[in-house]
């Protein structure tokens, strides 16, 4: 068979069936990364009614960030089963278990009662969102030609900037019911959640046409997958020096940009939060009957196009690290999205003072933080072999949850007994300004990380201590 030209269109090296593979993957991903931003964005309103005080209580702030920690140590958990399960029993397989498992526990978030089930379901949502990169990324990277590889995994990641917009188009559906009084008042955050249990319909088309990529059926039937218990996997990927140096370098890239997006990132929410509120309170106009409520309104309108500006940036982010990666190197296109992220990042909490300056640093901090998304997709999967590729992709990414979740119970620590004592916002801006350090930590593994560019995937046979 002749090899395609190098000017062929990447996407020209797809059959229908690969097609299928990238959108049943990429929607797997997509509904889960909706999942995560719907649990953004009602955590605040939900702990508020089953707490029974105000949003902006820093009570409720503050076991919002607890329970995100519990929602992250959940997904770092799911991560590590689902990607050794996904080595031992197939991707396609795995694939759908998860999907099932963080729809099913998103939809009983709908019937919390307390702060505390509500934290459970959102752990054990955890446990299936945490699978869902490992597999997806494993089944696209073993199934698309090497040709059309880095591209279909970077349009991965650029996708689900589509998943957290739609997470955000359907609450302020979901505020325009409840403000006509269609719903219960303060009830939208349960209908978010039921909103996420619809992924369980794709199980109905990935356990009936999708299959297990042909390299990982070839592993199963010469009996060269990793034998014993669920964890064997780990025991061969520490075994071989070469794939226990690529899994300390793959975990410490994607715990990075883990924490800079979990640990900080998603935390400007909450800054915006406290800034455009003294912003408009400082603006109401004359003879405006409820002073209060136009100030709510004016905020969220703001946060809103906040969000949408920052998604932009997010997928223009992705695009472009995409780009780099498949025209210069991987480690040089890391390089420039973990230094962004670290400046653009630090500066974005230094000087947002207004919705005017959310409107162009969010972009910006989105481009930054969410480009390196891109590469752990594209980069991961090239550190390991076919047999061990779910167990060290899952590995590396989800790790990175366990220290986003540290990094959340610090960032909490510090906003309330090191920086609490001064005035809102500034616990909010300084302790994201000092956890900024953890880019660093990237940068400097980059010093030893390998160049894939250019390379095919790792075979069985460089399996060799």
Request: with cysteine; proline share 4%.
């Amino acid at each position: 068979m002749t090899a395609p030209s190098s000017s062929t269109p990447w996407w020209r090296l797809l059959t229908g069936y690969h097609w299928f593979v990238f959108i049943v993957a990429s929607a797997a991903w997509f509904f889960d990364c909706l999942d995560q931003r719907l649990f953004s964005l009602a955590r605040n309103p939900a702990l508020a009614e089953l707490m029974q005080k105000t949003v902006s209580d820093p009570g409720v702030q503050n076991f919002g960030k607890e329970v995100t920690a519990w929602f992250l140590i959940g997904w770092g958990i799911g991560g590590m089963i689902f990607g050794s399960l996904g080595d031992k029993y197939g991707r396609a397989k795995m694939l759908t278990v998860t999907i099932l498992i963080y729809s099913g526990f998103t939809g009983l978030s709908f019937f919390s009662h307390s702060a505390l089930d509500f934290t459970i379901c959102r752990f054990l949502t955890g446990l299936g969102v945490g699978g869902v990169f490992g597999l997806a990324v494993a089944l696209i990277a073993e199934t698309v030609p090497s040709g059309a590889r880095a591209q279909s995994l970077g349009l991965l990641q650029v996708l689900t900037t589509v998943g957290n917009v739609g997470a955000v188009l359907a609450w302020k559906g979901i505020t325009l019911l409840d403000k006509a009084g269609n719903i219960r008042p303060g009830s939208g955050w349960r209908w978010m959640f039921l909103i996420g249990a619809v992924p369980a319909l794709m199980v109905i088309f990935t356990g009936k046409y999708l299959r297990e990529p042909e390299a990982w059926l070839r592993l199963k039937e010469s009996g060269r997958l990793a034998q014993g218990g669920i964890f064997a996997p780990y025991g061969s990927l520490l075994a071989a020096a070469r794939w226990r140096k690529n899994l300390v370098i793959g975990a410490l890239l994607a715990s990075t940009g883990v924490v800079g997006l979990w640990g900080i990132g998603e935390y400007a929410v909450d800054l915006q939060s406290s800034v455009f509120s003294s912003f408009f309170n400082a603006s109401v106009p004359a003879g405006v009957p409820d002073a209060a409520k136009w100030v709510k309104g004016q905020v969220d309108d703001a946060k809103f196009w906040a969000f949408l500006w920052q998604m932009l940036g997010a997928a223009a982010g992705m695009w472009a690290f995409t780009r780099v990666a498949g025209a210069v190197s991987r480690r040089f296109a890391f390089f420039a999205g973990f230094g962004a992220a670290m400046i653009v990042t630090f500066l974005v909490y230094l000087k947002m003072n207004s919705p005017q300056d959310a409107y162009w640093m969010m972009p910006l901090m989105g481009a930054a933080q969410f480009g390196v998304f891109a590469g752990f997709a594209i980069y991961l999967p090239e550190l390991f072999p076919s047999r061990l590729r779910s167990t060290g992709v899952s590995f590396c990414y989800n790790l990175g949850r366990f220290a986003a979740a540290a990094g959340s119970f610090y960032s909490s620590e510090l906003s309330q007994n090191v920086y609490g004592h001064f005035e809102k916002p500034l616990p909010y801006r300084y302790s994201a300004m000092t956890m900024c350090a953890i880019f660093l930590v990237g940068l400097v593994t980059l010093l030893f990380a390998p160049e894939t560019r250019g390379q095919p995937l790792p075979e069985e046979e460089a399996d060799a201590v």
